[in-house]
Nanobody, 116 residues
Framework: VQLQASGGGLVQAGGSLRLSCAASGSVFSLYAMGWYRQAPGKQRELVAIVSSGLNRNYADSVKGRFTISRDNAKNTVYPRMSNLKPEDTAVYYC???????????WGQGTQVTVSS
């Protein structure tokens, strides 16, 4: 499975960005798709995850501001990030996997920078 992420960039505080992550290869095995992020000097943090049945979970820090969508036909997941804050600045990584191991596969990171 290969994950191709896109959509990062520079945005002002209060703005919005939409990332996307497309999976290719043996995608029939994918159950969970989601995003982690890692800010400089901090541990990697799970941001949001969605199952093939569209059950969603979010980090407390992004609840109410981020929405993750999934198109199973296209094997793509789209986190929509709104009301962005400088503390959302990080490299965002797409991840996917099975029900037993939701974080088996990783895409390249995409930088999100929120200016104050």
């Amino acid at each position: 499975v290969q994950l191709q992420a896109s959509g990062g960039g520079l945005v002002q505080a209060g703005g919005s960005l939409r990332l996307s992550c497309a999976a290719s290869g043996s995608v029939f095995s994918l159950y969970a798709m989601g995003w982690y992020r890692q800010a400089p000097g901090k541990q990697r943090e799970l941001v949001a995850i969605v199952s093939s049945g569209l059950n969603r979970n979010y980090a407390d820090s992004v609840k109410g501001r981020f929405t993750i969508s999934r198109d199973n036909a296209k094997n793509t997941v789209y986190p929509r990030m709104s009301n962005l804050k400088p503390e959302d600045t990080a490299v965002y990584y797409c991840t996917a996997g099975s029900a037993d191991d939701p974080f088996t596969y990783w895409g390249q990171g995409t930088q999100v920078t929120v200016s104050s």
